[in-house]
């Protein structure tokens, strides 16, 4: 079967999309269930990383103006982070947005994620914002 990168489809893989979102992003600093989904949801474009049909991975794409698009919510299962899935997750994102159009990619990094992305050849603008007053964010971009 080997790895597949799509948009959830059914019901069930729908509901484990956000249960990874959930449990990766949101309740490690204590957020309650929910506030893993916002309004961008329903005009993003969700990609989900499944080896074997098994979920590993998420993100989702957003136009982010004229000839840009901004990466978010990327998760990959904690046990399986350092194995290439968030690589391959973001390299769909990324080809995604360049056959849209976008010219650049965007995205706000947790502050322990920073290394992550420069290792795939973003580049750190500055310090965007606090996630809930505790966490740290960078802008990053990179030229597609």
Known sequence: MGISIRRPETDGEWETYYDMRYRILREPLGKERGSERNEGDAAGLHFALYENDILKAIARLDNA???SAQVRFVAVETELQGQGYGRQIMEATEVAAKN?????MILHARDYAVAFYLRLGYHTVEP???LFDVLQHYLM???L
């Open 65 to 67: 103006g004229e000839s």
């Open 100 to 104: 849209d159009g976008s010219h650049t």
């Open 128 to 130: 965007s914002y606090k």
């Open 141 to 143: 971009e990179k030229d």
